[in-house]
């Protein structure tokens, strides 16, 4: 015997947080621009696929972005793309660098609003 539920549950949020280092932080020039890149292109990617306010912890270089959950493997590909093209164009492994994490719900809520 199967029951058939028929109710509609939300999309569940999941909270993904970036951590990357500062741009001022790199060794020389060419590893700048690849933070730079970085940083810029996971912001504007997160900030549009984000379901609520993106929000930010200082203490750790993070940035926390709620995305849907159809979206999970979009922005995972995306910031691996991200990753992938800063290699290719700036020859510096970004992966030991910038990386991101699923985290729960109230890791979110501790962060601050990014303004």
Do not use: H, R, W
Request: aromatic share 8%; hydrophobic share 35%.
């Amino acid at each position: 015997m199967s029951i058939q539920n028929n109710v509609t549950n939300p999309a569940f949020k999941g909270v993904y947080k970036v951590t990357m280092p500062k741009v001022d932080t790199g060794k020389d020039e060419n590893e700048k621009k690849a933070i730079a890149e970085t940083v810029i292109n996971t912001l504007v990617m997160g900030a549009n696929m984000s379901v609520a306010e993106p929000k930010i912890d200082k203490s750790t270089n993070s940035i926390y972005f709620k995305i849907d959950d159809k979206n999970d493997k979009v922005f995972e590909s995306g910031f691996n793309n991200i990753i992938n093209e800063c290699n290719k164009v700036f020859n510096i492994d970004m992966a030991k660098k910038a990386y991101i994490k699923k985290v729960n719900e109230s890791e979110y809520e501790k962060a601050d609003a990014l303004k």
